[in-house]
Nanobody, 125 residues
Framework: QVQLVESGGGLVQAGDALRLSCAASGRSISTQAVGWFRQAPGKEREFVASVSASGATTKYTDSVQGRFTGSRDNAKNTVYLQMNSLKPEDTANYYC??????????????????WGQGTQVTVSS
């Protein structure tokens, strides 16, 4: 079974940047897409970004398009989310999740293989 561990969260000011990492262990995830999701207090979990198995294709929710960039290093079995120009509304617990297939998709139902524990991102105004 694959374990996913997120890291890189923290407390930053609006306009700052953070890079989240999602490190996988147990086996290679190089043939599977990875999604990033977030959940703010009192809100439902929402899709943020997805990176295809090869890393060639990414998808983003509209609110982060142009500010967030997903990537991966399959040699390190790690997926990244570069978050620039952070806004207070980006404050949430961020999770990575492993898809059962290779394509980057926004549908959370595809990400049923494994989920990480999350990393908190707090953006102050």
């Amino acid at each position: 079974q694959v374990q996913l561990v997120e890291s890189g969260g923290g407390l930053v000011q609006a306009g700052d940047a953070l890079r989240l990492s999602c490190a996988a262990s147990g086996r290679s995830i190089s043939t599977q897409a990875v999604g990033w999701f977030r959940q703010a207090p009192g809100k439902e979990r929402e899709f943020v970004a997805s990176v295809s198995a090869s890393g060639a294709t990414t998808k983003y929710t509209d609110s982060v398009q142009g500010r967030f960039t997903g990537s991966r290093d399959n040699a390190k079995n790690t997926v990244y989310l570069q978050m620039n120009s952070l806004k207070p509304e980006d404050t949430a617990n961020y999770y990575c999740a492993l898809s059962w297939q290779a394509l980057a998709v926004m549908d959370s139902r595809h990400y049923n293989e494994s989920w990480g524990q999350g990393t908190q991102v707090t953006v102050s105004s």
